[in-house]
């Protein structure tokens, strides 16, 4: 008898010691707050479309919008913004299609594949968005450039200087400084929260493939 | 959901609260970790009370619910408390003969399945509860063949553990 047995035999055998719950006390936790990863993923993803949908609607009444405005440049910014809604409706459908086949009566492979699926449609929707950002960015910048009169003047000088390379450099620089705080941001919020969250599915998910391998 | 879905899952649940214990057993080692896991499994089994049409045993879906939020679904929460006196609890023999060696080898057996990593102790779980091949293969969506060939490796993983 290997030692697996041994234990076998013990723990059909020996009527061990656990506390026993009342009916009353299970009517109870019926109304408690689930604490689940999967709770947490939804609080987060839905989050996520939020701080970006928000971000969008914040944008509009900035005051750099109305000056984009003033350019007069919609055939660019038009089509930018219907871009920017059909990613939020497609990743949030696809989102919600996913999140609706996380059941718990699934097998244990499954359901880790499942969820790692929804979490992936959500930073697969973040990704975009930061190629959205970047596109976005240099377009503005190139709207700026031909567009924005103090631009054109401050342009206009470093010619007259001479200095127009170290102008574009200042300028590039600007532009990857600031969409590199941007991913960054983004880089560390990832690392932190879903680094914490789903370590250990992680984990369970890769033993289980390897069983299977 | 109505009072009598609800009476009849907190009643069925109350008479197979064994087998969730039994799991919060093997994935929590202390009170507490025991009672948080009890609850969340109660809270998702309860969720997934209406996909539960008849058709199975109570005890078999509340295997796979059970299985599934000890080992992808609960958050643990991390604490610091000495787990001796909870195992001491949990180990006691009740069967009448008595042995102290006997007693001591099966702690050093729980203390070596404790060790085992979450999937490793599923299938060690299903393997205690008598369940066959095709259903430990089925609740965690591996092939039986595979599910075999593991078995072997965590016997003889417990065996390096307990005779290094």
């Known amino acids: ?213 | 959901m109505s009072s009598s879905i609800e009476s009849s899952f907190v009643k069925q649940l109350q008479e197979n609260q064994n087998l969730i214990h039994k799991i919060c057993r093997l994935y929590t080692n202390n009170e507490d970790a025991h009672k948080d896991l009890f609850q969340e499994i109660t809270i998702q089994l309860w969720k997934a009370f209406p996909q539960f049409r008849g058709e199975a045993k109570f005890t078999t879906w509340a295997y796979r619910v059970g299985l599934n939020t000890a080992i992808t679904l609960f958050r643990k929460k991390k604490r610091t408390i000495d787990t001796i006196e909870f195992d001491n609890k949990i180990h006691r023999f009740n069967h009448e003969e008595y042995n102290y060696e006997e007693e001591e080898h099966i702690k050093l057996l729980y203390q070596a399945v404790q060790q085992l990593n979450d999937i490793d102790k599923a299938l060690v779980f299903m393997y205690l509860e008598d369940k066959d091949y095709t259903e430990i293969a089925e609740t965690l969506g591996i092939s039986e063949v595979n599910a075999r060939v593991k078995m072997n490796r965590i016997k003889s993983k417990l065996k390096k553990i307990l005779n290094p």
């Open chain 1, 1 to 213: 008898m290997d030692e697996l047995d041994k234990l076998k035999n013990h723990w059909q055998k020996s009527e061990v010691a656990f506390p026993k719950v009342s009916e009353k006390e299970i009517y109870g936790m019926l109304h408690k707050k689930s604490s689940s990863v999967v709770k947490w993923i939804l609080i987060l993803s839905i989050a996520e479309f939020a701080f970006w949908l928000v971000l969008s609607f914040f944008l509009k009444d900035n005051p750099n919008t109305k000056r984009i405005e003033s350019f007069h440049m919609d055939y660019v910014t038009i089509p930018l913004s219907v871009i920017s809604y059909g990613i939020i409706i497609y990743f949030f459908y696809n989102f919600y299609k996913n999140y609706k086949k996380i059941t718990a009566t699934d097998n244990v492979k499954n359901l880790m594949a499942n969820i790692l699926k929804t979490r992936k449609t959500v930073s697969n929707y973040i990704f975009v968005n930061i190629i959205y950002v970047i596109i976005c960015s240099v377009v503005l910048f190139a709207m700026y450039f031909y567009n924005d009169e103090q631009l054109i003047n401050a342009y206009h000088q470093s010619e007259a200087h001479g200095n127009v390379i170290s102008f574009y450099i200042m300028y590039i620089i600007m532009a990857i400084v600031t969409i590199g705080i941007l991913i960054l941001a983004v880089w560390l919020f990832y690392k932190l929260v879903y680094g914490f969250l789903l370590k250990r599915l992680y984990r369970n998910y890769e033993e289980l493939k390897k069983i299977d391998f």
